[in-house]
């Protein structure tokens, strides 16, 4: 069995390491830059899994009053296919409602078709939608 709990300073290096096994590290994204800018905003948003006092899964959401964003949803690869992903889901999905977020939504790579299956069995549906950036920091 797992907790799901907030991210405490201690957890840094194994949130990197985990999303370093997960592959969800870009060099164009510093993951520490990512965690200090997330936990500035004191949200309650970002949330671990936690087995035997071992780190194992991580979700950070958001919400800028119109809607939720999903990021960085890594489960540890002896930990996937196991409930931990989904579980992280609905918690964030009930403290996002619980302040108003009306609707959520995340980006995925398109040829990432395992991790697009998960969500849609989850309930999430492609939207049509172009996704467009501008990088307003280079870190």
């Keep these: 069995m797992f907790i799901i709990r907030q991210y405490i300073d201690t957890d840094l290096e194994d949130i990197i390491t985990l999303w370093e096994a997960c592959d969800l590290t870009r060099p164009w994204n510093n993951p520490e830059i990512d965690i200090f800018r997330k936990i500035a905003q004191k949200d309650g948003l970002f949330l671990l899994a936690v087995k035997d006092e071992q780190l194992i899964a991580t979700v950070m959401g958001g919400y800028d009053g119109h809607c939720g964003w999903v990021n960085y949803l890594a489960v540890h690869p002896h930990y996937q296919r196991n ?57």
């Excluded at 992280?88 to 995340?106: F, H, S, T, V, Y």
């Design 83 to 139: 409930g931990v992903a989904t579980a992280l889901l609905q918690q964030l999905e009930k403290r996002l409602i619980a302040i108003g977020c009306p609707k959520l939504q995340l980006l995925i790579h398109k040829e990432n078709i395992d991790v697009q299956s998960f969500y849609e069995q989850l309930g999430y549906e492609e939207l049509e939608v172009i996704c467009l950036g501008k990088r307003l920091i280079q870190d």
